[in-house]
């Protein structure tokens, strides 16, 4: 599994020119779905996410998690953090979850998220959106459950 966390002002969600979701200071997280992917790698990325000292203290350091500014999550899904342009133009994304396997797998994506305890909106599954954002720093970071130790 993989995340995209941007630390942002305020973002919003649009689907056919709707807001869906919207949020003030947090993290946005595009969440990309692996095949083979586990409840396993799921908890280690919405913990590791929801827990990121990306927020400066009063020091200027970062120092601060979404929890200690009031801030929230917004979760969007984003089955192309799996693409591989290595070869040729066009993206393969066969690594990323097979579509049907995805959407039965995303009810727990979000009830992980919202578990965390942070204020959480989310993005629609397999839905054509607009992701307005205002990244703030720019910050953001990659995340790969992978990669855990």
Avoid: H
Avoid at 59 to 76: D, H
Avoid at 78 to 94: I, K, Q
């Amino acid at each position: 599994m993989r995340a995209v966390v941007q630390r942002v002002r305020r973002a919003r969600v649009v689907i056919d020119g709707a807001e869906t979701a919207s949020m003030g200071r947090g993290l946005f997280v595009l969440v990309g779905l692996k095949a083979g992917d586990t409840v396993e790698d799921l908890d280690w990325i919405a913990g590791k996410a929801s827990r990121l000292r990306v927020f400066e203290d009063r020091a200027g350091k970062m120092n601060l998690g979404a929890a200690e500014v009031g801030g929230g999550l917004a979760v969007v899904s984003e089955f192309t953090l799996y693409g591989d342009a290595s070869r040729g133009n066009r993206p393969s994304y066969s690594d990323a979850m097979p579509v049907e396997e995805a959407r039965a797998f995303w009810p727990r994506v979000e009830a992980r998220f919202a578990a965390t305890g942070l204020p959480c909106v989310f993005g629609r599954f397999q839905a054509m959106m607009d992701c307005e954002i205002v990244n703030d720093g720019p910050v953001t970071l990659i995340l790969d459950s992978a990669d855990r130790l």
